[in-house]
């Protein structure tokens, strides 16, 4: 089994950056890929970026050009910088490994960004 713990959200201005951290522990080798997702208040969760196992990246286009994902295998360890954010992008984000079986998420860390 794989466990996530995610780290770096807070308050911000518009037009600030932030850079989250999500941290695996467990059966890290079983991990394909990993994700991130946000969700705001009354909204469905979707998807922000994407990184696998290569090196590959993908990127929601609400994203794009603005945030970055990144990976320290060493560390066990995916990154989201985020720049020049917007108050659309407040909502809570959720890291999440692509496994053999179900996927696995983290409890999620909230960014709220101001006006």
């Known amino acids: 089994q794989v466990q996530l713990v995610e780290s770096g959200g807070g308050l911000v201005q518009a037009g600030g950056s932030l850079r989250l951290s999500c941290v695996a522990s467990g059966s890290t080798s079983s991990i394909n890929a990993m994700g991130w997702y946000r969700q705001a208040p009354g909204e469905r969760r979707e998807f922000v970026a994407r990184?696998?196992?290569?090196?590959?990246?993908n990127y929601a286009d609400s994203v794009k050009g603005r945030f970055t994902i990144s990976r320290d295998n060493a560390k066990n360890t995916v990154y989201l910088q985020m720049n020049r954010l917007k108050p659309e992008d407040t909502a809570v984000y959720y890291c999440?490994?692509?496994?053999?079986?179900?996927?696995?998420w983290g409890q999620g860390t909230q960014v709220t960004v101001s006006s």
């Open positions: 999440k490994a692509t496994v053999p079986g179900p996927d696995t």
């Open positions: 990184i696998t196992d290569g090196g590959s990246t």
